[in-house]
């Protein structure tokens, strides 16, 4: 079975510094991996998917995560903050191959970017 | 708008009555997935389809729930006898048909059972 870890249910972090929300998977096989965000009363909003090839993924509004296949992390980053990205943040796997197609989600983080 | 709509937005309803949701996915996706999101917790894999076949289904899909996708486009979620446990944001998303592609969700519906 696929699971997703976010250690961490809270990160603040002062606008302009950088910003690290972690992600830890468990798969049987190579996963596909994806962060999501979320704002209060909206659905989820893709930022950027790890399949293959480059460890270090950039996607959305700065963001960039890093593949890490021997500590099974991903962990999503960003160089300098802003206060907009106070959000929810989901990390998620999806197997390639097998019977499970569906996203299974972490218990999510919330970001808080301090003025 | 091209995205995925779901409606209701909002759905109260008394415990025990029954309740059907609706999803239009992407027009060109073929996947289409249910997932429920209870408050300060990641979203819950429910049912997933691709086209009209349902292909999978979750544990937490009881017997009370009920998940439909007659003509490979549009999809309801009903919920039959409902119990305050059901109360919940009920998302629902659209997917190309390659696993490596992301899902697109919509603003979900969140139901309130009273």
């Known amino acids: 079975a696929q699971s997703v870890a976010q250690p961490e249910d809270q990160v603040n972090v002062a606008e302009g510094n950088p910003l690290t929300v972690k992600c830890t998977y468990s798969?049987?096989?190579?996963?596909?991996l994806f962060w999501y965000v979320q704002y209060p009363n909206r659905g989820l909003q893709f930022l950027l998917k790890?399949?293959?090839?480059?460890?270090l993924v950039k996607g959305s509004y700065g963001f960039e995560a890093e593949f890490n296949k021997s500590q099974t992390s991903f962990h999503l980053k960003k160089p300098s903050a802003l206060v907009s990205d106070s959000a929810l943040y989901f990390c998620?796997?999806?197997?390639?191959?097998?019977?499970?197609?569906?996203?299974?989600f972490g218990s999510g983080t919330q970001l808080t970017v301090l003025p | 708008d091209t995205g995925v709509s779901q409606d209701p937005r909002h759905k109260i309803t008394k415990r025990g009555q029954n309740v059907t949701f609706r999803c239009d996915p992407i027009?060109?996706?073929?996947?289409l997935y249910w997932y429920r999101q209870t408050l300060g917790q990641g979203p819950e894999f429910l049912t997933y389809?691709?086209?009209?076949?349902?292909?999978?289904k979750s544990r937490l899909l009881s017997d009370r729930f009920s998940a439909e996708r007659p003509k490979g486009s549009f999809s309801t979620l009903e919920i039959q006898r409902t119990e305050q446990g059901d109360s919940a944001m009920y998302l629902c998303?659209?997917?190309?048909?390659?696993?490596?592609?992301?899902?697109?969700f919509g603003q979900g519906t969140r139901l309130t059972v009273v």
């Open positions: 790890y399949i293959t090839g480059d460890n």
């Open positions: 798969v049987s096989g190579n996963p596909y």
């Open positions: 998303a659209s997917s190309l048909g390659q696993s490596n592609t992301e899902a697109f």
């Open positions: 998620a796997v999806r197997v390639p191959s097998g019977s499970a197609r569906q996203l299974t």
């Open positions: 027009s060109e996706h073929n996947r």
């Open positions: 389809f691709q086209n009209e076949a349902q292909l999978e």
